[in-house]
């Protein structure tokens, strides 16, 4: 643990009023301080290499982290309504989002079909065959226009998916049928003809114009075979927003090993596979030095609907977040969240920027020839949003699910995911006035707390189902609290063993409780069990 952590985990654990920021391990931890607001219509200063000191301004209290999950929900619902759908091939949106429902473009069933092979039967037995050698041997088949009307009385074969002939009552399978080779069908007796039977009538799963899939469907392989069933070649998705990772920090290395006080960047490989989990379009990483031109030239420049910096945040020497929103008159929403970890995190509303403001910015001395523009006015680009992340690797979770998730989430259109309480299974020891996210993993139906979860760990959210939200002064065994799904806990990665197969089928007996959350298939959980390298479960580990 670094001096800083053990630092502030004993102030933590004197019940301290203050706590570290989660923010780079080479930056001031002090809180964040309030930014004012921004002057309206303020055009942005020009690029000065000096940074903005934030260290006179006046404390504030953070957000509440209920509150900082709604504001980042709400931030973005005006950009949301506008934006156009994206027309794509089915080949092409698998994993999308459907930006209109999903309205039937035929009956489905279209026509009559026999769900089974065997004959098409009018009124009661027996019945008489075709006389003709193909109608004996083929009968109808699918894919074919309809056959002619089959008279009272007579049968005809018919395979599976076929067009049921007009006139035509029931279909007998063929294992309950007789054929003597005497020109009659008869029904065994223990299968009984039944008027209807093994006939999918027209309609039977729709009517076209009927709903099928509400808008913020995701679109899975199951929905792209409806899709196809109800008539369709493209569908209506929403368009995914693009962001741009900004990674900040002279102290990181891209490869190697730590050394002269540098570490390795584990957020730069790590943030943006998980945006795009959260259903993102990531533009790319950069990495960026801490200098203050540099930090503000990256986020004004940036074509993103979202950037989403790491570190920064606090208010040290050289944390550049705070003033490059100042010098680009930048409205907060949210500007510390009371959560631990990572409770440096904010949330800024970029102004728009029109396309003479931007060439000022870029020429102070004003360009040498006039461009003209091909469009008159003013060009406006859409606002635009900025998600900073605290700099250590679990607080920076912290902030992605706090508020790049809530954002992301409008932005794509899905619906907010229903709440997933469960129960501890040791008790978790809770900051005396901010929310905590522990990292768990499920046993059987109760979330168990995982060992390595300061905001410089990531040993713990590697092997975790989700993040338990320990309410301020914490939680008792057996609590049920909420726990945030992490992308990709619901999906196994790997396939059980057999002998994990029939551990579980062991087990299934045990029904959860009411209100409790199933224990989730993940490669996971039997390493935080204590079956891995080493025992790692605990109810708490470092500074939160």
């Keep these: 643990m670094l001096d800083a952590d053990v630092h502030v985990w004993r102030r933590f654990l004197g019940n301290s009023t203050s706590e570290g920021t989660g923010s780079k391990n080479t930056r001031s931890r002090a809180p964040a301080p309030q930014t ?3 002057h309206p219509k303020r055009t942005p200063a020009a690029p000065t290499s000096h940074p903005h000191p934030l260290m006179d301004e006046p404390h504030h209290s953070p957000t509440s982290w209920p509150d900082a999950r709604a504001i980042a929900a709400r931030a973005a619902v005006k950009e949301a309504a506008h934006a156009a759908p994206v027309m794509r091939p089915l080949s092409e949106a698998l994993g999308q989002v459907l930006a209109a429902p999903l309205a039937a473009l035929t009956d489905l069933p279209p026509f009559d079909t026999s769900a ?62 007789t054929a003597a080779g005497d020109g009659w069908l008869h029904a065994s007796a223990a299968h009984p003809v039944v008027l209807g039977q093994d006939i999918r009538t027209r309609g039977q799963e729709c009517r076209s114009g009927d709903q099928l899939l509400p808008a913020g469907t995701l679109v ?10 109800a008539g369709y070649d493209e569908l209506p998705t929403v368009r995914r927003p693009r962001v741009e990772v900004l990674v900040l920090g002279d102290e990181l290395l891209t490869e190697g090993l730590p050394h002269d006080g540098r570490i390795r960047d584990a957020l730069g490989p790590m943030v943006g596979p998980w945006l795009r989990a959260l259903g993102a379009e990531v533009t790319g990483t950069r990495r960026l030095a801490d200098e203050a031109d540099a930090v503000c030239a990256a986020v004004a420049e940036s074509s993103a609907d979202v950037v989403v910096t790491t570190g920064g945040t606090a208010a040290g020497p050289v944390d550049h977040v705070h003033p490059t929103l100042r010098r680009l008159g ?3 929403l949210v500007d510390g969240v009371a959560v631990r970890p990572g409770h440096p995190m904010l949330l800024a509303r970029l102004a728009p920027e029109n396309r003479e403001s931007r060439e000022s910015r870029e020429n102070p001395e004003g360009p040498d020839t006039p461009e003209k523009s091909e469009t008159p006015g003013p060009q406006t680009r859409p606002a635009r ?8 690797p679990l607080a920076a979770v912290s902030g992605l699910l706090t508020l790049a998730e809530p954002l992301l989430r409008t932005l794509t259109g899905r619906p907010a995911p229903a709440p997933g309480p469960a ?7 809770g900051h005396p006035r901010d929310t905590r996210l522990v990292p768990v993993t499920f046993r059987q139906d109760a979330a168990v707390p995982l060992r390595f979860n300061g905001p410089a760990m990531l040993r ?47 087990q299934a007996h045990r029904t ?11 490669h996971h959980t039997d390493r935080a069990a204590g079956h891995g390298d080493g025992e790692d479960i605990s109810p708490e580990e470092g500074p939160a």
């Design 385 to 392: 949003h900025l998600v900073g992340l605290p700099g250590n």
């Design 423 to 429: 129960p501890l299974a040791e008790a978790v020891q």
């Design 220 to 229: 899975t392989p199951a929905v792209l075979g409806l899709a196809a069933a």
């Design 36 to 38: 004012p607001a921004p």
């Design 116 to 177: 089974m092979d065997g004959w098409a039967l009018a009124g009661p037995g027996p019945w008489r065959l075709p006389t003709d050698e193909k109608d004996q041997v083929h009968g109808i088949l699918a894919g074919h226009g309809e056959a002619a009307a089959l008279p009272d009385g007579h049968a005809v074969r018919i395979a599976t998916g076929a067009r049921v002939p007009p006139g035509a009552t029931a279909v007998l399978r063929s294992e309950y049928g």
């Design 330 to 332: 930048a409205e907060l």
């Design 460 to 506: 713990g959210i590697a092997v975790a189902d989700g993040l338990a939200v320990i309410p301020p002064g914490g939680a008792k065994r057996g609590t049920e609290v909420e726990v945030l799904d992490l992308p990709w806990s619901a999906i196994t990665t790997e396939q059980l063993s057999y002998a994990d197969q029939t551990r579980r089928a062991d």
């Design 512 to 522: 959860p409780q009411a209100g409790h959350r199933t224990p989730q298939a993940s």
